[in-house]
């Protein structure tokens, strides 16, 4: 588990200085200046910076605590960027060393591998002598042959190679190291009170309308063990996402200690809404996941909690008890080994008639004047939830769902029915609207349907009300493949034939302002701003989905998202790895390349180290990891020159070659970095460089991040993870495969109908703000409603960057609009952080870090939390 330190580090960027002041330091004094210089080039060297006050902090703790807090300071942000680890490729010459014919190396490994004898001349040069066994795969490698100088691993098997082996040799001075481009600049600034600043993390945390992803709720864990240790005055009383809930509850429980648990319990019967969060309590407060997706062996609840527990759940409607309870069977059932709900049926019955209707209780075997006619009486008394069926053998109650209810009237095609019982239920509404919109099959809105999102939309949650927005809005159009992204522990993607008919254009206008409406009703309810500050590249940044299976990552990048790369630059991918003791294994990065109309023009991976000549230069196959050092694998990538040889697009993929789930390593993760695509290059790992990295994790053994755009110079973020039965171990036999998911989730991200960030940025301000400045090449452009002009049209004309009412020409952007927000109250919606207004105050996103952070008077938001007005 991360500490608090390094939470805080990576998410607000925040640093603390514990040393009091010395007396007589500061930054002037010469050994201070100099640590200090030193402690800033280092920093810079990550893309690191210190603000003002962070940097007079650590200058007036003196000589030797600046020491301590710089190295501290260094080693966080080194494991932040994965540069705390050992990173030599097969090759230490990478990429000059790598050889050009990898066929022609793989016969003579082949060759020396099959027929080297001991104490026999080489076979390969006939030289005498100079043939040794390797540590620790004992191969017969001749030295004359295989350069010790160059080579990590055994040049046959490609096995790490022990370090103290006499077969390695020091590498001599190679080319001098490149002057590596840097990503954006993060600025660190001086942090005040872990406490207060924990508090405010995970109130954000707390506040997020869509699933946390398992590095926020790694965060959640750290957070709460620091945020108020006082007490619970910091948890609020709605916690809008149920797994969220259920983590925070389930870590007080088991982790905070008598008082706490005492706290959290007696909140339990106003907090717990739903037989699910029952559940998901149950397996949080077992180490287990809110999602109940894994189920983990649950702990014993003491009889108290139980008693409680199953309180609550007596106190809920039975029919929508018995549903909750049948919508997890397999986790219901296993709490039910814990919870003991027939030992208290007397005094909690309706939970007793739930779990007997789960799991299918004969109650002609409970016994009579018990258990068996006291369900019986319950039942009796709920004959809209259970029916009780009588057969020649068993007597069971069986339950009566309303999803049942649902199917049954569009299976008859009954749907005034249909919409009737949807109206019960806002959010499901929502979801089947698509199938309701074809079943209805009109030209316009049915009036019954109408109705029932006029009355439904203010109840439906801000997930399925953008989710069905996002999905309408392009049902004019005819669509060749759907995509989906079935819920578990990391993400898959699925595309099946798109055999649904286009829905009618005015109809689909018609249901979007709808749904639009509501959200912008939503917003303008939330406190306002005098000035929005908008950047239209947050059109290439998706809305948030499935964060719950997002990657742990350098960058919080929307699956979905157009991520720019440098132009002009080489892109480095690199993974790491380090495997397990006493288990061997070998992951594999590649990439496969492919034209306009994505047939495959080649592959770079461990079969064919360089493609089109320089164009793609894999750093050789590492085929195991032992710690401490582990294994690391590049591959550079010439986008310029990748598309000179016929390529459009490349798609990287990571593969455990021997099977391991990436779960099972103890550490693994990948990413890229930009590098001058002239000059020399060498095999070192520059921090400072990358742009990205992310955690390899899950019960995944294939992975394919992203799908890069050689022509355009942009990568979109995808972030999935291929079912290992695919047999994917070499993208030379599964390039077809990996064309097929590129083209599907390129044409599913860039059709244009998915909802963006921009779309979100731009309602905010049309509902919120007094005046809109949105960023352009030449200048700012300035948007104000007019007489007459509705917030909906309004939204509109700026989402459309329509006609401005004003235009203020500049040369430097960002300068105008920091001017023009300066002392203001602002909303900041950026890609790049380099928009920083003095003495503002409101709220920032945005997506890479840049001077907007030293803004000590703004709050930073996540690209979920752009969603938390919408509640």
Known sequence: MPTLHAVLLRRARTVYVDHEPATGSAPSEPRVAAGLAALEAELMDRGHALTGPLRAALGAAGAGALADSGRSLLRAVDAQLGADRTHMPLFQGFPHSVPDDTFALYVDRVFALLLQEPEQ?????????????????????????WDGADYTGCPLCHRRIDRTDPFLRPAGDGPAAPAAARGPLRLLVLGTSRTADAAAELAGLLARRTPLSPQDREDVRVLVAHAAPGGLGWLPDDVPVRETKALVLGTLLREGGPVTASAVRHRLPATLTTATDVLRLLYAHSGGEGDLLELPRLRSVPRALRRELLAVLDAFDVSSLVE?????????????????????????????????????????????????????????????????????????????????????????????????????????????????????????????LAEALERGLPEVGPGPLLSALGELRGRHLRSPRRVFFPRGQVAHAYAVPDERAPLPAPLVARVCALLEAEVLRRLGGASGYELAVLDPALARLAVPFAERTAAASLVSVPRGSELPLPEGWLLRLFLHWVEPEGTRVDLDLSVAFFDDDWNRVGHCDYTTLRHSGDAAVHSGDLTSAPAPLGATEYVDLDLAALMAGGARFAVPVVFSFDNIPFEELPDAFAGFMALPDSGARDSAYHPGAVRQRFDLSGQSRICVPMVIDLADCRALWTDVHLPSDTGLHSVGRHGGGLGRLGRELWDCFTGGSRLTLWDVACWHAAARAGESAVLRPDGLWFYRRREGEDTAAFAARLRGLLEPDRREEAEDTAAAAARAAEGRHVFLALVDGDVCPREATGAVYRLFPGAVDACTGTARVTAGGLLADLA
């Open 121 to 145: 001349p080489c076979v390969l040069c006939a030289e005498v002598g100079s043939v040794r066994p390797v540590s620790p795969c004992a191969h017969l490698v001749c030295g004359r042959c």
């Open 324 to 448: 909750d309870l049948l919508r997890h069977p397999r986790a219901a059932k296993r709490a039910a080994e814990v919870l003991h709900p027939f030992e208290g049926h007397a005094r909690h019955p309706r939970a007793a008639l739930a779990f007997a209707a789960l799991r299918g209780t004969d109650v002609s075997e409970c016994g009579a004047g018990s258990l068996g006619e006291a369900l019986l009486r319950t039942a009796a008394e709920h004959p809209h939830a259970v029916v009780v069926r009588k057969g020649t053998s068993a007597v069971r109650i069986v339950a009566r769902t309303w999803g049942a209810r649902v199917e049954e009237a569009l299976r008859t095609g009954d749907l005034g029915a249909a919409t009737a019982l949807l109206r019960q239920r806002p959010g499901e509404l929502v979801r089947r609207l698509d199938h309701l919109l074809r079943r209805y099959g009109s030209e316009a809105l049915p009036p019954e």
